[in-house]
């Protein structure tokens, strides 16, 4: 295969990836022939690699290295026991330099130095002092504003834990996911704008408030300018900023919970993975330094919601001494190609979308006729991205770009695939393979292989697997989610290939959890939407692959004597998008005669997303009412 895209010499000698690799095969004593062979002695050496990682990039900590890691499988989370850190003090070690460039969709913008960050935080931490201790919990109910990251290194420097979810949720999304996390503290905007529209949140904050009384403090941000009253448990940011003091940092261990992020099954609500400092931080490192080549010269942007694990991980750039861009507003306004027009007026090095945004781009007949002279990496994540999308990126936006989508999720606050500035781009494919991921594509036995499509899996433990899920003493919904199917090895529920030259190409989900635009939406949100409405006998809600991204779905069963009208389906989505948030709002609502069931009792969501895909049905004896199943195949893309 003739690869789209190959990286200079040049570029090959100045990326940070070649640089670490030859002090690898200096302190160990290797010769690495190409990128496979280094990634194999990753995996196959993988206590040496990390150890070398933590040095490699000066991070900050205490205590001892060894044991490396005590359990290679996953049994427990194995990970540096006798090693302390703090991610805020990672994150804040430089004294100069732009740190956070804020772009809003307006136009307005602003910048903070690493000085005026490390201020910020300071400032927030010590008046946090009083409410918080190691341990405890603050939740952002945000835009991507610096407000959102100023709240998160504040807590982390007191020891505490970070969650997020962004500002167009709605109540019940807001309170399914904080009434298990239980923060003390809720950091929260009076409002946002988002095309052009601006929405004003304090009755939402206000009910939020009611709904979770374990909240001691609510900081609302003036986002709209409009003022915020302060009443009960609400204070304004402002007022509640302290006094310009020095910032200290409480080390923590390893293990200690960092992130609390939210992921869904089928059933229930959302599910709070938590992950752990010093994890997060290192498989950050790795991803940001070495598979996407970031630099302390370099300006990033990820087009990303608080929502969203990119939001964690472009955060985490900060440990370079990058530029850091957060982008808050619709990427459509006032166009989609005035957007891109930003990348090249803010020399934006390393941007990150989704393959939903470059087909809009692309649908729009957007073509760059100007030099992208910064631009030196695309990123892509989210879904699949499709081989006629680097068409259109090589023929339309630039040749000389390094085109890396990267796949990994919110289950590991990171990737297992990835992109590399070293090696070739090949059409359709995803470069490689993470550094000290042991990724395998396991056929229908069980065993790897290579060139055929199969089950993700991970037979090996590494820094940023999750630590557990709240409310989950016994590990049984933990164990269900990942390590049911293979016993103590890591599946994942995504169909891959991985390809002869160690490219990964992705066919998407194997499991029944919507993925729309990269964000994880489990059904059951959706069905106790649903369940409410007296006209809807039941339901049944999939996710449908359609130009690169995931477009939901709602098949619904009507109740006797009902029909399918125009009011009903407004009110579907009307009552979907209030109380969960627009991503969660089916693109096509669908009537059938009747839903698909195993005999169990279950609902065939696996069934029907195979069926709209035209992939071959498994398991079939398990229906319940197997007749049904040929309604849906109109419905095929």
């Not at 910032?247 to 293990?255: A, E, N, Q, T």
């Not at 861009?325 to 990348?343: A, D, H, K, V």
């Not at 934006?348 to 910064?374: C, H, R, V």
């Not at 040929?630 to 095929?636: L, P, V």
Request: with cysteine; proline share 4%.
């Amino acid at each position: 295969m003739e690869a789209m895209w190959r990286p200079s010499q040049k570029r090959v000698d100045l990326a940070q990836m070649t640089h670490f690799q030859k002090e690898v095969e200096k302190r160990f004593e290797q010769s690495f022939r190409d990128y496979q062979s280094f990634h194999r002695w990753s995996v196959e050496n993988s206590e040496d690699f990390w150890s070398f990682l933590l040095d490699y990039f000066d991070v900050q900590y205490s205590g001892e290295k060894k044991p490396i890691c005590s359990d290679h499988g996953f049994s427990d989370y194995g990970w540096f026991p006798h090693v302390k850190l703090n991610f805020a003090e990672n994150l804040l070690r430089h004294d100069s330099g732009d740190a956070l460039h804020f772009l809003h969709e307006s136009g307005r913008q602003y910048k903070l130095s690493y000085p005026e960050l490390r201020l910020k935080t300071g400032q927030l931490a010590n008046s946090l002092k009083a409410l918080l201790k190691e341990g405890d919990v603050l939740a952002a109910y945000m835009p991507n504003c610096p407000e959102t990251v100023i709240s998160m290194l504040a807590v982390s420097s007191l020891g505490g834990t970070f969650t997020s979810t962004s500002c167009d949720f709605g109540v019940e999304g807001v309170v399914d996911r904080f009434s298990q996390s239980r923060p003390k503290v809720l950091v929260a905007v009076n409002g946002y704008e988002y095309n052009g529209k601006k929405h004003d949140l304090m009755e939402k904050i206000e009910e939020v408030s009611i709904r979770l009384p374990f909240l001691e403090k609510i900081i609302v941000v003036d986002f709209l300018g409009t003022g915020v009253k302060a009443e009960g448990k609400i204070v304004s940011w402002d007022d509640f900023l302290g006094e310009e003091r020095s910032l200290s940092f409480v080390k923590v261990p390893f293990d200690h919970p960092q992130y609390i992020m939210y992921s869904s099954g089928t059933t229930g609500k959302p599910k709070c993975i938590v992950h752990t400092v010093g994890g997060t931080l290192l498989q950050h490192i790795k991803e940001l330094g070495l598979h996407t080549d970031l630099t302390k010269e370099k300006s990033i942007l990820y087009f990303t919601t608080c929502g969203w694990m990119m939001w964690n991980w472009l955060v985490s750039s900060l440990f370079f001494g990058a530029r850091v861009c957060l982008y808050e507003g619709s990427p459509g306004m006032p166009s989609l190609g005035e957007f891109f027009e930003i990348i090249k007026r803010e020399e934006i090095n390393i941007f990150g979308t989704s393959p939903k945004f470059l087909k809009a781009l692309e649908d729009s007949g957007y073509t760059n006729s100007e030099p992208l002279e910064s631009l030196e990496t695309i990123l892509s994540t989210g879904a699949p991205l499709l081989p006629e999308q680097y068409d259109y990126v090589y023929h339309h936006l630039k040749r000389d770009i390094c085109l890396s989508s990267i796949a990994g999720g919110t289950d590991i606050i990171g990737c297992f695939m990835l992109g590399n500035p070293t090696i070739a781009v090949y059409r359709g494919e995803i470069q490689c393979l993470g550094l000290g991921m042991d990724v395998a594509a396991y056929d229908e036995k069980g065993q790897a292989i290579i060139g055929k499509e199969g089950e993700l899996v991970c037979q090996k433990s590494f820094p940023s697997r999750p630590l557990k899920f709240l409310d989950d003493e016994k590990g049984e919904r933990f164990h269900q989610a990942y390590f049911s199917v293979y016993e103590n090895i890591w599946h994942h529920g995504d169909f891959i290939e991985i390809t002869e030259q160690g490219g990964v190409k992705v066919f998407g989900r194997s499991d029944a959890t919507l993925n729309p635009g990269g964000v994880r939406i489990g059904t059951a949100e959706i069905y106790r939407q649903t369940e409410q409405l007296p006209w809807i006998g039941d339901s049944l809600c999939v996710g449908r692959e359609v130009d690169g991204d995931v477009e939901v779905v709602l098949f619904v069963k009507l109740a006797a004597g009902k029909s399918l009208t125009e009011d009903h389906l407004k009110e579907v989505k009307s009552v979907i998008r209030s109380n969960t948030t627009p991503r969660h709002v089916p693109r096509h609502v669908w009537a059938v005669t009747d839903i698909p069931y195993t005999r169990s009792g279950k609902k065939m969501e696996l069934a029907v997303t195979r069926i709209l895909a035209k992939r071959k049905l498994q398991n079939i004896e398990a229906v319940a009412n197997p007749e049904c199943l040929k309604e849906y195949e109109q419905y095929q893309v």
